[in-house]
Nanobody, 120 residues
């Protein structure tokens, strides 16, 4: 079975930085896609950034130039480096991955979420 475990959230002042990590474990053949979503109070969960096994990336417009997503395929781990944080970045951040457990079987998995709070 596959699970995702996140770490790195916390409290930071506006303009500061945090790095989130998400490690996938279990029976994994490959992970074509890994990404980060966030959900602020009263809002719907939204995509923040996504990366593929081929290292292509995509970002929400609100975080372009400030956040960087990367992955270590050998460790089945994805990172989100968050710089120049703003109060509006405050949310619970969730790791998501499409995980192939065999050559033909694929699962969609979510991490438990980690709180990021940016104070002004």
């Amino acid at each position: 079975q596959v699970q995702l475990v996140e770490s790195g959230g916390g409290l930071v002042q506006a303009g500061g930085s945090l790095r989130l990590s998400c490690a996938a474990s279990g029976s994994i053949f490959s992970i074509p896609t890994m990404g980060w979503y966030r959900q602020a109070p009263g809002k719907q969960r939204e995509l923040v950034a996504i990366t593929t096994s081929g290292a292509s990336t995509n970002y929400a417009d609100s975080v372009k130039g400030r956040f960087t997503i990367s992955r270590d395929n050998a460790k089945n781990t994805v990172y989100l480096q968050m710089n120049s944080l703003k109060p509006e970045d405050t949310a619970v951040y969730y790791c998501n991955a499409h995980v192939k457990t065999t050559i033909t079987a694929i699962l969609n998995r979510w991490g438990q979420g980690t709180q990021v709070t940016v104070s002004s």
